[in-house]
C-alpha cells in the first residue's frame, strides 16, 4: 500500500446537499479500489481560480490523504474524470 494525497477542485455552485453527496462518492471510489481514506476535508471555501475551468471563475478545494495500491490510483483517478462535478483532480504520491 501506499500513501497519497490528492486535491480536488470542485464546482462552487453545488447544494450543500450536493457537495456532501459528491465527497462521499470520492471516498467510495477510493473505497472500492481496495484503498482507505486516512483523512478527508474542505481546504478552501470558493476560492477564485488563476484561470477558469470549464467556464468557472471559482471552485472549492477538497483535500484527500489515502493508502492505496499502486495499480488503483490510475483506475481512481479516471473514476473521478468521469464526475462533472469535479473541475480538476491532481492525485501525488507521498513519499
Known sequence: MK??????????????DEKKALFSQI???????NGKVLQANVW????KLIFPIKK???G???LVNFNAPPEAAAKIRQ????NESI???LITKIE
Open 87 to 89: 473541475l480538476r483532480v
Open 56 to 58: 468557472q471563475h471559482e
Open 60 to 62: 472549492i478545494y477538497y
Open 44 to 47: 478552501s471555501e470558493r476560492k
Open 27 to 33: 471516498d467510495d471510489a477510493i473505497v472500492k479500489n
Open 3 to 16: 500513501k497519497y494525497e490528492a486535491m480536488f477542485i470542485i464546482k462552487p455552485d453545488l447544494s450543500e
Open 79 to 82: 473514476a473521478y474524470k468521469l
